[in-house]
């Protein structure tokens, strides 16, 4: 390893490197040439004393996944990432493993994608990254190991994972994949991962057997996916393909029609973000009745199976005396029957008291059996309309942190709650049709805890032939 030399890399790469070339914004006080050391570290999943340590010449010796991450973060080329690899005292990866490198040129487009539900895959269906709202689409993609990191194997191996698709699509998307698989086979040949996972496939799947007999060759793809969330059901997506000039990845953007339910769906999804499929993890890193980690090749943990009819509207939820929401929250708007003490004076401390502020209290309404909690944090974009109409399973409690928000039950007026005050909805039955952003130049953020029924989602998106039939129950707008 030469310390000396690949701290001098790191450093011209660094600087190099601008702040728009990594989606980060630039600022007015910037004074280093390039990007920080800090921003570096970021964007390369180290921490940052590790990476100027780095740049110091000094610290443990860099393992090979740490310098893939620097690549990575410095947006490398391939030809600049073995040179880095030489630097820290390792051969340059085989070109079979460079798959796990994203391009850089692919990686500028994926940057420019934040807000979208995008990610980059290999050509043996390895995803590499993806953004939080492709994340909150499919899962987390990235945290599978072994030959499970390929949604190929996966596919056929793993039953859980086609549960994201309608049943009467198995079939197609069965050949697709074969397809693909076969293309990266012919490509590589013996002894390359695409190998490896046909023969894992051989020997495992009699399906994917059957379809590899046949000479499987690439089919037009689909422009359009259907999809089965856990959270908001059936989607409709198109999905667009960027390849790169190499062949070896592509970048998936799925995008729904404006104005469309699906469409509706994927900006509840963007709020929502990321949980789990199920809360049921096994010690051996499944979940549910998903196969093991051994199971799948090494899997860190697979989808749990979604329930027959999941893509269909749910039960409406009821609270647990059975009472009337809206009524229910009338009863609730007054104030509590005690006035509770809210800070303990502490006789042994010689520092300042805390200060200890009333924002709001209510009686606490029914629950539902056995609630589940979740904390969100919500940042609206200037002038936001929010989440589409829906209902939560419980009662849901918030604090707008930062703007004005126009806030809206079935049965009341629309109201505008503004910085420092709070608010609060009973759930059930009781229609959510306003949390969007009274401000059309400036942000405005909330911190809301919803307690929600056990394996249902906390958010249900309400349809529009619903709104119509109960838009009796809205109250005059203004």
């Given amino acids: 390893m030469d310390r000396a030399r690949l701290a001098g890399f790191l450093r011209a790469r660094r600087e190099a490197l601008q702040p728009e070339d990594v989606g980060l914004p630039r600022g007015r006080r910037r004074r280093t040439r390039g990007l920080r050391r800090e921003e570096v570290a970021l964007l390369s999943d180290v921490s940052v004393d590790y990476y100027v340590r780095l740049e110091q010449e000094r610290g443990p010796h860099p393992s090979e996944q740490t310098l893939a991450a620097l690549a990575r973060g410095l947006r490398l080329s391939i030809e600049e990432r073995d040179h ?10 085989q ?14 487009v994926f940057d420019g994608l934040g807000d979208a539900a995008a990610q980059v895959l290999n050509h ?10 492709a994340v909150a689409l499919h899962g987390d993609e990235t945290a599978y190991s072994g030959l499970a990191r390929s949604l190929h194997y ?18 197609a998307r069965s050949r697709l994949v074969a397809g693909d698989l076969h293309a990266a086979f012919s490509r590589d040949g013996a002894g390359s991962r695409a190998a490896e996972i046909v023969d894992a496939l051989l020997a495992r799947s009699p399906e994917f057997a059957d379809i590899w007999r046949t000479h499987p060759v690439p089919g037009p793809c689909r422009a359009t996916e259907r999809l089965l969330h856990p959270q908001v059901g059936a989607l409709e997506l198109q999905c667009q393909t960027l390849l790169d000039p190499d062949l070896s990845q592509r970048l998936l953007v799925y ?20 949980r789990p499929w199920s809360s049921d993890v096994r010690a051996d890193g499944g979940f549910g009745d998903s196969p093991s980690v051994e ?3 090494g899997q860190v943990g697979a989808r749990p199976t979604i329930a027959a009819g999941c893509h269909r509207r749910r039960r409406r939820p ?3 005396d059975g009472s009337d929401a809206r009524s229910l929250h009338e009863k609730l708007g007054a104030p509590m029957s005690v006035d509770h003490s809210h800070h303990i004076e502490n006789p042994n401390s010689t520092t300042p008291p805390p200060q200890v502020e009333l924002i709001g209290s209510v009686p606490t309404p029914p629950m539902p059996e056995s609630s589940e909690a979740m904390t969100i944090h919500v940042t609206l974009p200037p002038g936001s309309a929010g989440s589409p109409p829906h209902r939560h399973t419980g009662p849901a409690f918030g604090y707008v942190v930062e ?4 806030f809206e039950l079935e049965g009341e007026p629309e109201r505008v709650v503004r910085a420092g005050e709070t608010f609060w909805e009973p759930g059930g039955d009781v229609i959510h049709y306003q949390d969007g952003n009274n401000l059309a130049d400036a942000q405005s953020r909330f911190v809301v805890t919803m307690f929600g029924v056990p394996d249902q989602p906390m958010l249900i998106p309400v349809s529009a032939e619903e709104l119509e039939e109960r838009k009796s129950r809205r109250a005059p707008r203004p």
Avoid at 124 to 133: A, D, I, S
């Fill in 255 to 274: 995008t729904a029609t404006p104005g469309s339910e699906s469409a509706e769906k994927l900006r509840l999804l963007a709020v929502l973000g990321h």
């Fill in 318 to 320: 009821v609270l647990a």
């Fill in 154 to 171: 996966r596919w056929f191996a793993d039953p859980g994972s086609r549960a994201h698709y309608p049943e009467e699509d198995h079939t």
């Fill in 295 to 297: 199971e799948l090749g």
């Fill in 84 to 93: 880095l690899f030489r630097l820290g005292g390792y051969l340059a990866p």
């Fill in 403 to 406: 703007g004005e928000m126009i």
């Fill in 124 to 133: 043996v269906g390895e995803t590499l990254t993806q953004t939080r709202l």
């Fill in 95 to 108: 070109p079979a493993r460079r798959a796990d490198h994203i391009n850089p040129g692919m990686l500028r």
